[in-house]
């Protein structure tokens, strides 16, 4: 019960006595919760993916130990024992083999993946992407161009002609387009923020200003307190309340 309580508070403490409910609520009800609050394991028969420090103390039949790239400044020792602690799991077979590296990897859970053509494919709708206020807000949409949206996107879960760019007048945010060039939607701050990390970690400085070949896969609706503020930037005679995501 103490340890449900820490995890409560980490992720939506207002103090270490107080949690934020609505908080708690949108972090657990992500599609890719906090791994705090995930099993390590899934069932007896499947996988189990984990670092060599949380494999200690476990055994299995067959592992896949993955090697870091080589790091000049690391301690030779250290990594030594670190190694043979994930090479002793094994019970029957070992296979070892090189970890991603610079290939892959995530920004607060975003993942992406360098791919052949040294192009980048990034994770794009995790929470907080795109709120009401990026669907139909005044700064962005008319009413027309409001309703225009939302009933595309109603009419087309599953697409494949997406794409985004950057636009100054809303201060260097991306615009979801279709082909048509029909804006959807704005992508949020917290996205541009993300790029930009993925930017420095590829060595692809400046941040993508156009992002090609944008697919969804499906839509949710986004529901919004009658007392939330963002209401108050959404467009009169769109239901903010619910609106096609």
């Not at 139909?136 to 009419?155: L, M, T």
């Amino acid at each position: 019960m103490e340890r449900a309580w820490q995890l409560m508070i980490e992720v939506a403490g207002v103090t270490d006595q107080l949690v934020d409910l609505h908080r708690l609520r949108e972090v657990l009800g992500r599609s890719s919760p906090p791994v705090l609050f995930t099993s390590p394991e899934y069932g007896d028969n499947g996988p189990v993916v984990g670092t060599i420090h949380a494999s200690k103390g476990r055994e299995a039949d067959n592992v896949y130990l993955f090697l870091p790239p080589r790091d000049e400044d690391a301690d030779v020792d250290e990594e030594t024992r670190v190694i043979y602690v994930g090479a002793t799991r094994a019970r029957l077979q070992l296979s070892v083999g090189d970890a991603p590296g610079r290939q892959s990897g995530n920004v607060d859970g975003r993942t992406w993946k360098r791919l052949r053509t040294d192009k980048l494919l990034i994770e794009i709708g995790r929470a907080g992407d795109i709120d009401a206020e990026g669907l139909v807000g005044v700064s962005a949409f008319s009413e027309k161009k409001a309703h225009d949206a939302q009933a595309f996107i109603a009419a087309n879960p599953i697409a494949q002609d997406f794409f985004a760019s950057a636009k100054e007048e809303l201060q260097w945010n991306m615009e979801l387009l279709t082909s048509d060039k029909q804006r959807i939607a704005i992508l949020s701050n917290g996205l541009r923020a993300d790029l930009r990390e993925i930017a420095t970690a590829t060595n692809r400085w400046p941040q993508p200003g156009y992002i090609a070949h944008i697919r969804s896969i499906g839509l949710r609706t986004l529901v919004v307190r009658s007392d939330d503020r963002v209401l108050a930037a959404c467009r009169v005679g769109v239901p903010c309340e619910e609106v096609k995501l």
